[in-house]
């Protein structure tokens, strides 16, 4: 489903992303691992248009994309969940996920039931703005606003981070829930180790800006991948 070949990005004349070359099949969660730092955020900015990239290729679904910005991708098909989740403060829960409608044609313009029974919490809250939700509320919200997109590629930046355990528990779920339907890749980077190698399929490491393991994790054994994270 997704596929990166040597693909770099530069910060003005800082090169944070070497070469890097992975794929993410549908129906899998690839996560990207390392300690803070070593480009994974960066990586996923690449994939999701958030920052342009200086090279490479990259390809969803056998389709070649060039450099575009955010909203051309999402077009094509990539579901964004940035790490702090950047949901609109202002606006309600169904405002927020309605503004995933850009991407849809007319006639699909609907908040699904599925989103609600992914996150049932969303439903009560639909007419209370989103900086008014706790931390974990915004996360699914977050989760849900991509999902309104129907990505091809999901791509999750740092989705435990802050959130009180009941909550993790749940998106645990969810991702778990999407993978298993098979029809999209998902693309997870994770702090939480546990968590990360609880739902991952396959394992991408990172080290200074470059991948130094990757394959399948029945293929990668816990006490391997731990001292390749580990500070």
Sequence with gaps: MLKTENLTLHYGHSQILNGIS???????????????????TSLLKALSGAHPRSGGTVELDGETLGVLPSHQLAHKGVGYVPQGREIFPLLTVKENLETGYACLPAS??????EIFELFPILKDFLGRR???????QQQQLAIARALITKPKLLLLDEPTEGIQPNII???????????????????????????AYGLADRIVVMRRGEVILKGPKAEISRDQLLSKVSV
């Design 22 to 40: 992975f794929e993410a099949a549908a129906g899998e969660v690839t996560c990207v691992m390392g300690t803070n730092g070593v480009g994974k």
């Design 108 to 113: 699909e313009r609907f908040i699904a039931d």
């Design 130 to 136: 989103g900086g008014d939700l706790s931390g974990g």
């Design 169 to 195: 528990k749940q998106i645990g779920e969810v991702i778990k829930l999407l993978r298993d339907r098979g029809g999209m890749a998902i693309v997870l980077v994770e702090q939480y180790f546990d968590f």
